[in-house]
């Protein structure tokens, strides 16, 4: 045969769409060049092939946003370097906004923007019409100018990424689709193909909306769904608009790309058509699905009226393709945990082509250097839970994800669909006092509560929304009084044996070596000293630990402590997070109120701050840690899963009864408080001293990460984590605002809520000095700082501790 397979590859891609060309792309820079890229059938036949190539950068978060940068950086120099056009154009882009909603976000992303450097600008109408003549601006507000966005052709594109990584030794076979994933010793081991096994180090699954089935090869979940996809194409326009900016109107769920004299219109309608239900044939290639003028009526209505050209002449073209999407509308990226060596970048959710860029060479990055080289938990594969693989989930999600994009992207939005998925046995309980739920990691959580017998109407706003008292009462009841959290769905690992102590000592920052009874709160660090999770550690007895985490982190640290636990010690990990409910009874209250209901001494001398007791609640014998995430005196009830609503139950019949509290007071008390958020104020970027979480680090013990923090210690600490407090009460923070001191740009905000007790609006953020100066308490206080909210600047106060209860008095006493 000409082109015989090899025997052995370092790495294989799966997929020769835009993402696998990337991604091999990327591992030949690094200096992998041993790197064999096999594509089922053609390169670009999958997804790739028929995308309208539009190239934005304003992503959903910061990090993705600097992967877009990276990507249009990328696409402007590849045809210089391959010699292959990407018909890559640099014409920019409008955002219009056709509602008051749109007109806040747009004027909140153009602020956010600036945290990165990224050049946008506010348009009036008018200033619209002048860069877009055919456009009707009735009903505009204004929009966004973004001049580095773009257009490409999608498949040139891909050649050239598929070129330039061949011209550095990586080899690309089309026709030979993988038919299996062999495993060697708990590791990927190579691709099965019909000419035989490549042995491989690593095995990278690019297979687009093939790579749910692609992962099934190796035993492994891989969640994401297709979704039919629409544009179509004008004939030429009577009078073309010219070289003329990408136009989005997401208000109507559409947008315009200028292409040779004709219009390509395309399509986010609300509701999407899920496709491949019963799997993506193996067989298809280039796929075109049928018209379907009736469901896209409303938004080519839209089209004529924001764009009447575009009804004055014919549809040369109706294009329906298939393209794949994840539960959350983010892509999937990095090493699957339950096999070392499988790695995935698949389920773009319609961004695949301006995304590629980055993804590529993060995870090339991640592959070569063994750990992410930034934070991406936004796209982390490991963010995914088994039952989202589940087929039906999966569909009906796929209903809302292709709409989202373009739908407003309010604060706090939940997802309409695929809901009611993980329930406390509390749920009907909390329900019946007004709960209004929000989803995580799919738990139904309350986020508030309006009359006790109603279902309150969870709306949005960038202002005040109307739940906004009802969550205001409930913090200040757990200030003044007592309020009642079910955190059931905090993730809990079980970790046993001889040696779990010895174990635990070596993946926790804190000693871990204390008395049964006592509470450690500890972070995992990564050997570069960056804060993997935040965790409580509670010790049950001489050989058994329980670790608590968040629900969002539940299948990370289990995977982290899996790795990282000792293989050569007698311990064992198991994942306990169904087994026991968390009722949290808070507030200046708590102690006289359990006292009485349990007739235990809850003293600080019968249980101290970061102790735990055994009670007897009802019939129930619950263990009540002595912690608190909302900065108050409270304790955590650990409750078996089938005595939750006993307790519940003989807590709530009481004179006195606690008030049920929900998440959005749990946020807005705990940012009051300056309690760190793993995954927005704290990531494996975040180094524990900068994020004021020495306390947690150890300095007598070794641990994984202890060198790294060690070499900072002596440091001035140029970068720190702060809190943060308006001087104007009425503009709302919620993460992603600029810090400024003075007139500089020196960070952003990571959390933003309102503060009912300081009467203020709170936040925590990183803030910097770029010239290597010390951040301590009177830099912050000397400082004139200012945040910008929706391109105005609000005065700021900044601080090391928090502005509520800073000693900690309230907790300890
Ligand atoms: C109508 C439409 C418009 C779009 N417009 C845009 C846009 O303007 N901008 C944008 O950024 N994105 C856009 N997209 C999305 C974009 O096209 C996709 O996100 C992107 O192409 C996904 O690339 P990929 O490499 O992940 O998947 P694919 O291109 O599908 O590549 C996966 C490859 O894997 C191969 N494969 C599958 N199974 C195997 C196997 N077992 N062995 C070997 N090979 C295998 C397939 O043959 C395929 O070639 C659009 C999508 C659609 C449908």
């Known amino acids: 045969m000409a082109n015989p397979l090899p025997q052995r590859s370092h790495v294989v891609v799966i997929g020769g769409g835009v993402v696998g060309c990337s991604v091999a792309y990327h591992l030949a820079h690094r200096g992998w060049t041993d790197v064999l890229l096999l594509e089922r059938d053609q390169l670009t036949s999958g997804t790739t092939w028929h995308a309208a190539g539009l190239v934005g950068q304003l992503r959903a978060t910061p990090n993705m946003t600097r992967l877009a940068q990276y990507g249009t950086e990328l696409y402007g120099r590849l045809e210089d370097e391959t010699g292959q056009p990407t018909g890559f154009l640099q014409r920019g882009s409008i955002m219009l906004a056709s509602s008051d909603g749109r007109w806040d976000e747009i004027r909140r992303a153009h602020s956010t923007a600036k945290c990165f450097g990224l050049e946008t600008h506010l348009l009036h109408p008018a200033e619209i019409k002048e860069r877009w003549p055919l456009v009707n601006t009735a009903g505009v507000r204004g929009g966004i100018w973004l001049p580095k966005d773009g257009q490409i052709n999608p498949a040139d594109l891909t050649q050239a990424l598929a070129k330039g990584a061949r011209q550095l030794g990586v080899r690309v076979r089309e026709h030979t689709p993988v038919r299996g994933l062999p495993r060697r010793d708990g590791r990927v081991a190579g691709v099965e193909t019909d000419e035989g096994v490549v042995e491989a180090e690593y095995v990278v699954n690019c297979a687009g909306m093939w790579a749910r089935q692609v992962g099934r090869l190796a035993g492994v979940d891989v969640p994401l769904h297709a979704a039919e996809h629409f544009y179509v194409v004008t004939e030429n326009l009577p009078e073309p608009p010219g070289a003329v900016p990408v136009l989005r109107d997401p208000d109507a769920a559409i947008y315009f790309k200028e292409e040779a004299g004709k219009l390509l219109v395309g399509m986010f309608e609300p509701v999407a058509k899920p496709w491949g239900m019963g799997g993506i044939p193996h067989d298809t290639s280039f796929t075109q699905l049928p018209e379907d003028w009736d469901h896209l009526a409303p938004q080519l209505e839209a089209a004529m009226e924001r764009v009447p050209a575009v009804g004055e002449v014919g549809i040369q073209l109706f294009f329906n393709g298939p393209e794949s999407f994840t539960p959350d509308d983010r892509y999937l990226l990095g090493e699957v945990p339950e096999l070392p060596g499988f790695f995935v970048a698949c389920g773009f959710n319609s961004v695949g082509v301006q995304s590629a860029g980055g993804a590529g060479r993060v995870l090339a990055d991640w592959i070569v250097e063994g750990h992410p080289p930034m934070d991406l938990a936004d796209v982390d594969v490991r963010r995914m839970l088994p039952f989202q693989s589940n087929a039906q989930y999966l569909h009906d999600r796929t209903v809302e994800g292709l709409g989202l994009l373009y739908a407003m992207h309010w604060p706090y939005r939940q997802y309409e ?397």
């Open 417 to 813: 669909t695929a809901r009611n998925v993980r329930r406390s046995p509390l749920h009907d309980r909390l329900a019946a006092y007004g709960a209004g739920f929000g989803e995580a990691a799919g738990w139904e959580r309350p986020d508030f509560f309006g009359e006790p017998g109603t279902t309150p109407e969870y709306d949005y706003s960038f202002g005040r929304p109307s739940w906004f008292e009802h969550h205001a009462a409930e913090h200040r009841a757990v200030r003044e009084d007592l309020g009642l959290f079910d955190q059931s769905s905090f993730a809990k690992f079980l970790v046993q044996g001889p040696d779990a102590e010895t174990a635990l000592q070596h993946v926790s920052s804190n000693r871990v070596d204390v008395e049964p009874g006592c509470i450690v709160y500890s972070l995992l660090l990564n050997e570069r000293g960056g804060i993997e999770s935040d965790l409580t550690i509670t010790r049950l007895d001489a050989e058994r630990f329980l670790i608590v985490s968040p629900a969002t982190a539940q299948r990370r640290d289990y995977h982290w402590l899996r790795r990282h636990l000792p293989a050569d010690q007698r311990v064992t990990l198991t994942d306990i997070t169904s087994a026991e409910a968390v009722l949290g009874v808070m507030g200046p209250r708590s102690r006289a109120f359990l006292e009485e209901v349990t007739g235990a001494n809850l003293s600080s001398e019968g249980c101290p701050f970061g102790h735990w007791t055994e009670l007897e609640i009802g019939y129930a014998r619950v263990r009540a840690a002595r912690m608190t995430y909302v900065g108050e005196l409270g304790w955590e009830l650990y409750v078996p899963t089938e005595f939750a609503t006993v307790v519940f139950e003989a807590l709530m019949a009481r004179n006195g009864a606690p008030k049920p509290a929900g998440f959005h007071a749990l946020h807005s008390l705990r940012t009051e408080s300056g309690y760190r958020h793993w995954g927005h104020d704290i990531t494996d970027e975040d180094d524990p001293l900068g994020a004021g979480l020495g306390f947690a680090v150890a300095r007598d013990k070794e641990f994984i990460g202890r060198a790294a923090v060690d070499a900072l210690r002596d440091r001035p600490r140029s970068r720190r984590l702060v809190s943060l407090m308006l001087e104007d009460p009425e503009p709302l923070l919620y993460h992603d605002e600029p810090i400024y001191l003075g007139d500089t740009i020196v960070g952003r905000t990571t959390s933003g809520r309102y503060g009912h007790t300081v009467g203020a609006p709170v936040g925590l953020g990183w803030v910097e000095d770029r010239d290597g100066r010390a951040i301590t308490s009177d830099y912050l206080a000397q400082g004139e700082f200012s945040v910008e909210v929706a391109g105005e600047r609000v005065g700021a106060r900044l601080a090391l501790k928090p502005f509520y209860d800073p000693d900690r008095s309230r907790v300890k006493g």
